[in-house]
């Protein structure tokens, strides 16, 4: 089979169109992704204000990214996955929400190996019976989300505690802050083995104000000192009936004692290395 024919039978298989280039320059299958948050949540002067992006399927380059070992040693394999996949050109992966960034990884998947993934090694928590599941990633939907609540272009809530009537405003964290976050979390763990410092930390880089005042300062205080748990679990809820995240989980029977539960689907090697 020639290369035109191939990349051809891609096309009709997938129903993509394809990326634009010029000269002798390989050109791939592609398909629009649409973003959970509809670009709502991101200036307009980029381009995911627009709230899609092209993304290509995946080559055996991308395959050598996944088995970089100096990208998965510094933890950052994933984003040079996405550096790779998106062909929307103006996107840094840092700008990204993560509920939007999570979305694209579902569909990179999806358009590498199809809607089936599995099967996928469960074990059981009421009997810890190992369970091989199969996975249909088609079935995971965004959570319905009324954006007229919201003011277009900009990443900034607000929110009062139930329990202290503090007000606060935060934002929905992107990759970039997802990375400081990481990073932040090493420094305390080098400083204090085994700390267990991730809810403050995520905190910190999520709330940008305390009563009016945006001072970093202030806000790392209220979080380490002020910040009472109950009012805590309030934000983190009400943080989900904002973010218009995709719903990554899944009905699980154990096929041994038929447990069930609701969990997220397991993002494991072999979500980019299915078995053969």
């Given at each position: ?39 709502y ?29 100096n ?12 550096e ?5 050109p ?52 965004e ?11 900009v990443n900034e ?17 992107t990759?970039g ?90 993002m ?9």
């Amino acid at each position: 089979m020639s290369d035109e024919i191939f990349i051809q039978h891609l096309k009709q298989q997938h129903e993509a169109s394809t990326t634009k280039s010029s000269n002798n320059t390989p050109t791939y299958p592609a398909e629009t992704v649409s973003l959970p948050s509809k670009g709502y949540f991101y200036e307009e002067t980029t381009p995911l204000s627009k709230g899609s992006v092209e993304m290509k399927m995946m080559t055996a380059r991308e395959e050598d990214i996944l088995t970089n070992e100096n990208y998965i040693k510094k933890g950052i394999v994933l984003d040079k996955l996405l550096e790779s996949l998106i062909v929307t050109p103006g996107i840094n992966v840092s700008d990204l929400l993560m509920i939007d960034k999570n979305a694209l990884f579902i569909a990179a998947r999806r358009l590498a190996y199809g809607d089936n993934y599995g099967p996928v090694k469960i074990e059981c928590k009421k009997c810890n019976f190992e369970n091989k599941t199969n996975i249909d990633l088609s079935q995971l939907v965004e959570k319905e989300i009324d954006f007229s609540n919201f003011e277009r272009g900009v990443n900034e809530f607000e929110f009062e505690f139930p329990f202290s009537k503090r007000k606060i405003t935060f934002k929905l964290i992107t990759s970039g802050d997802e990375e400081i976050i990481d990073r932040d979390l090493k420094s305390i763990n080098k400083i204090k083995k085994n700390s267990s410092a991730e809810v403050t930390t995520r905190l910190k880089r999520l709330i940008t104000s305390i009563d009016g005042k945006k001072d970093l300062a202030a806000v790392n205080k209220f979080v380490d000192n002020e910040l009472l748990s109950k009012d805590s679990m309030a934000l983190r809820g009400y943080i989900k009936t904002v973010a218009p995240e995709l719903d990554l989980g899944f009905n699980f029977v154990c096929e041994n004692c038929n447990h069930e539960e609701r969990m997220d689907v397991p993002m494991t090697v072999q979500f980019f290395w299915p078995e053969s």
